[in-house]
């Protein structure tokens, strides 16, 4: 069994270091012409998987923007996931779950258990009930060959009352979550599949990633603010473990999907020249 991180890391190689999210929030329908409604929805998402799926390493579905239509919305997000595993490009649930006990492994059966239609490459999890309540993400994702990304900096400018407050220890929370991601990834190659989340907007926050040997998912580019020069800023020798993330920059280039390949395909040109160029 082949595990994420292969697949990740040789995704990266072939397609480019792109990750794409499928965000339907009501404004992007607007302006794509579509009704804010199930039918606008699956006509974006399925715009999306012919433009991109095929073509680009990761896609990104976040589900909130399906769950908001119910059950409708989630038959939706389960038909869009199974189409995009259909072009070969790799899954990413941005659901952020997290929780204790039998609820987490719950969670993580509906995102990572094979048998699930919901079944994806990876997800996104919150460590904030502690990065040992996620084992049985872990555990599950490691039996199926699947991975994690577990928030340690983001975007937002609130999460750094919590992310960088310090513990007993003096290492803040985030760096804390960046040491526990780093020792389950330990000998992996070419890469672990336990990855984290750190947002393109956070600057020089002088936290260590150089151990975490897995995938870094880097959001916050193009609509939120950053460009692919900060890339360098923020990762510095991470720089080949960095999968950056768009949503807006490309999406709002639709319906069109020549239009929105070749969006595509100029923040990949502009990636590939930041994440190059390591001193």
């Avoid at 399906?66 to 072009?87: D, H, K, P, Y």
Wanted: charged share 20%; aromatic share 6%.
């Amino acid at each position: 069994m082949e595990t994420f991180g292969a697949r990740l890391h040789r995704a990266m190689s072939e397609r480019g270091p792109l990750c794409v999210g499928i965000d339907p929030h009501p404004g992007l329908l607007a302006r794509w012409g579509l009704d804010d409604d199930v039918r606008g929805l699956d006509r974006f998402a399925g715009t999306v998987v012919e433009a991109l799926g095929d073509r680009v390493a990761v896609i990104k579905p976040q589900s909130a923007f399906f769950e908001r239509f119910g059950s409708r919305g989630v038959a939706i997000l389960e038909s869009t996931i199974r189409q995009l595993r259909n072009t070969g490009s790799l899954v990413v649930a941005d659901v952020k779950r997290g929780d204790i006990g039998s609820t987490v492994a719950a969670y993580a059966s509906a995102y990572l258990d094979p048998s699930s239609p919901l079944y994806v490459d990876a997800m996104t999890a919150s460590p904030y009930l502690g990065v040992g309540s996620l084992a049985p993400m872990f555990e599950l994702a490691a039996r199926h060959g699947g991975g994690v990304f577990v928030l340690a900096l983001t975007s937002n400018p609130e999460g750094a009352a919590v992310q960088r407050a310090r513990t007993a220890d003096g290492r803040t929370v985030a760096q804390t979550v960046i040491d526990e991601i780093s020792q389950l990834n330990a000998g992996a190659e070419p890469l672990g599949s336990m990855g984290l989340v750190v947002g393109a907007t956070v600057g020089d926050t002088g936290h260590d990633l150089a151990g975490v040997n897995g995938p870094l998912l880097a959001p916050g580019l193009g609509a939120q603010g950053a460009t692919a020069a900060d890339l360098r800023v923020v990762f510095g020798s991470s720089l080949p473990a960095v999968l950056p993330s768009y949503s807006r920059e490309v999406l709002g280039a639709g319906p069109d999907p020549a239009a929105l390949r070749a969006a595509a395909d100029r923040v990949l040109t502009e990636c590939r020249a930041a994440l190059a160029a390591v001193d």
